[in-house]
């Protein structure tokens, strides 16, 4: 089964502080990719960050850091700094070699406080 | 300059009629995709096409048809709409093909059924 698993359905951080969003992820396969999407509220798709399975070193964009552990399989999503405008519903996914889609988890829903 | 455009934003129709989303990428990406967004917010493919090539028809119903007039666009033509359709339609491409590539998403069509 091609499971993406994000057990946290809602997370809240204060303004300024790191959150750590969860991923695991089912595969037999041995090359695969890793992404995460953010969805604000008004309902678009961001493309994050991505991670490849043969990467020696774990992925960061900006305040974006991916925390990949292969042989746990999982790939969770660190926010340093968090901002109001980082409120929203975050997206684990998994590209699946020889296929051509990505395979999405449920979603975390990230509520930044003031 | 809107990487992946699909139209209509919003979409209200009734049970029984047939309608058309439209999706443009200027991206000069060679696949192109079409997911469903559920109300409780899981995504999932349906369609994906590779240089105007079908490639991936998840179980979804033959109501449902994409085009591909070229590797730019990829609509979607659904007939005798149900109730049970009502979602948030996406449309994607990426560059390639395969598990390292990451799609870039339209802005969603939210279509209700009435």
């Known amino acids: 089964a091609q499971k993406i698993t994000q057990t946290q359905p809602g997370m809240f951080v204060q303004e300024k502080e790191a959150v750590t969003l969860d991923c695991t992820y089912d595969?037999?396969?041995?090359?695969?990719?890793l992404f995460w999407y953010k969805q604000p509220s008004s309902g678009e798709m961001i493309f994050l960050i991505y991670?490849?399975?043969?990467?020696?070193q774990n992925a960061t964009e900006g305040r974006y850091s991916l925390n990949f552990q292969k042989a746990r399989k999982s790939a969770n999503l660190v926010i340093s700094a968090s901002q109001l405008g980082d409120s929203a519903m975050y997206f684990c996914?998994?590209?699946?070699?020889?296929?051509?889609?990505?395979?999405f988890g449920t979603g975390t829903r990230l509520t930044v406080i003031p | 300059d809107t990487a992946v455009s699909q139209t209509p934003k919003y979409l209200v129709t009734q049970m029984g009629n047939d309608k058309s989303i439209k999706c443009e990428q200027n991206?000069?990406?060679?696949?192109m995709y079409w997911y469903k967004q559920d109300s409780k917010k899981f995504l999932k493919i349906m369609f994906s096409y590779n240089n105007k090539e079908l490639i991936i028809n998840e179980t979804v119903p033959n109501r449902f048809s994409p085009k591909s007039p070229d590797k730019a666009h990829l609509n979607l033509h659904i007939n005798s709409l149900e109730l049970g359709d009502s979602a948030v339609y996406f449309c994607?491409?990426?560059?390639?093909?395969?598990?390292?590539?990451?799609?870039?998403f339209g802005q969603g069509t939210r279509l209700t059924v009435v």
């Open positions: 991206l000069g990406h060679d696949t």
């Open positions: 595969t037999s396969d041995p090359s695969y990719g």
């Open positions: 991670q490849g399975s043969y990467d020696q």
């Open positions: 996914a998994r590209g699946q070699t020889g296929a051509n889609n990505l395979f």
């Open positions: 994607a491409s990426s560059l390639r093909q395969g598990a390292s590539t990451e799609a870039f």
